[in-house]
């Protein structure tokens, strides 16, 4: 089992930047890939980036603004938003899987609590 606790969420204005943190225990030498997903009011969960060993992967909506990264050592790992938009208000969940980097809520096999980010125009 892997454990994932979210952290750094908040209220921001539109134009501010925000770091989210995603603390992995338990058996995390089976995450090979880490992601973050987001769910506004209303819509479905949807992929936000992606790290792996072999690389990285943003959707497109977030891609020059989000910076995802992790730190092996703390098995942490991060999501930088910058230039955040209102559009960008959702609860964010950190995910975890075994295998290579997925964009599908079905393929991933732990997930957080989630942490909200709210941005105001």
């Known amino acids: 089992q892997v454990q994932l606790v979210e952290s750094g969420g908040g209220l921001v204005q539109a134009g501010d930047s925000l770091r989210l943190s995603c603390a992995a225990s338990g058996r995390t030498f089976t995450s090979n890939t880490m992601a973050w997903f987001r769910q506004a009011p209303g819509k479905e969960r949807e992929f936000v980036a992606a790290?792996?060993?072999?690389?990285?992967t943003y959707t497109d909506s977030v891609k020059g603004r989000f910076t995802i990264s992790r730190d092996n050592a703390k098995n942490t790992v991060y999501l930088q938003m910058n230039s955040l938009k209102p559009e960008d208000t959702a609860v964010y969940y950190c995910?975890?899987?075994?295998?290579?980097?997925?964009?599908?809520?079905?393929?991933?096999?732990?997930w957080g609590q989630g942490t909200q980010v709210t941005v105001s125009s």
């Open positions: 995910a975890a899987r075994s295998g290579h980097r997925a964009v599908l809520v079905v393929e991933y096999d732990y």
């Open positions: 790290i792996s060993w072999s690389g990285l």
